[in-house]
T-cell receptor, first 111, second 114 residues
Framework: AQTVTQSQPEMSVQEAETVTLSCTYD???????LFWYKQPPSRQMILVIR??????QNATENRFSVNFQKAAKSFSLKISDSQLGDAAMYFCAYFGYQFYFGTGTSLTVIP | DVKVTQSSRYLVKRTGEKVFLECVQDMDHENMFWYRQDPGLGLRLIYFSYDVKMKEKGDIPEGYSVSREKKERFSLILESASTNQTSMYLCASSSDSDSNQPQHFGDGTRLSIL
């Protein structure tokens, strides 16, 4: 079975600084998709960014970007110019036949 | 916007009760999913459905069943609730039209079994 590993249970960042959340995954498939989801406290989980495995170019959505290393099976999320509203639990997810989620990284933004 | 609605935000039930968690989506999505979310364990897939009256087991189906009689509704059933089923339950849906469509999540139901 595919596995998704987030090795950082908690991270913190100073407001306006940059932070990188790590994610690695294990798969034997060549075609799949990767996602980062954000879950603010007591609020709905929402999609932050997605990456197709067949695309070499790293996805970017405003202040959010990824570093996708297919050979290393690594998919990290970089948040630039961190804002207080970025504080949340972040989940990395893999989709081949079905979705697999990591255990999450709790991000604290320090004013 | 896609709307995934879970019938309850908070629910308290007793051990041995039969518990129904309801989920409705309004975007005509083919795929629907039930997860439970526990600290340190992330999201674990319980059951999913790719079509009406169709269901497939996820990673942790024991103690649960599901029902999908209509496309927009996917119900999770705890046949005989136990304390180890106390958890946050998340419903999600996605479209089949594009294989990389992300899942859209409901607000979650925090279930406590006493």
């Amino acid at each position: 079975a595919q596995t998704v590993t987030q090795s950082q249970p908690e991270m913190s960042v100073q407001e306006a600084e940059t932070v990188t959340l790590s994610c690695t995954y294990d798969t034997s498939e060549s075609d799949y998709y990767l996602f980062w989801y954000k879950q603010p406290p007591s609020r709905q989980m929402i999609l932050v960014i997605r990456q197709e495995a067949y695309k070499q170019q790293n996805a970017t959505e405003n202040r959010f970007s990824v570093n996708f290393q297919k050979a290393a099976k690594s998919f990290s999320l970089k948040i630039s110019d961190s804002q207080l509203g970025d504080a949340a639990m972040y989940f990395c997810a893999y989709f081949g036949y079905q979705f697999y989620f990591g255990t999450g990284t709790s991000l604290t933004v320090i004013p | 916007d896609v709307k995934v609605t879970q019938s309850s935000r908070y629910l308290v039930k007793r051990t041995g009760e039969k518990v129904f968690l309801e989920c409705v989506q309004d975007m005509d999505h083919e795929n629907m999913f039930w997860y439970r979310q526990d600290p340190g364990l992330g999201l674990r897939l319980i059951y999913f459905s790719y079509d009406v009256k169709m269901k497939e087991k996820g990673d942790i189906p024991e103690g649960y069943s599901v029902s999908r009689e209509k496309k927009e509704r996917f119900s999770l059933i705890l046949e005989s609730a136990s304390t180890n089923q106390t958890s946050m339950y998340l419903c999600a849906s996605s479209s089949d039209s594009d294989s990389n469509q992300p899942q859209h999540f409901g607000d979650g139901t925090r279930l406590s079994i006493l």
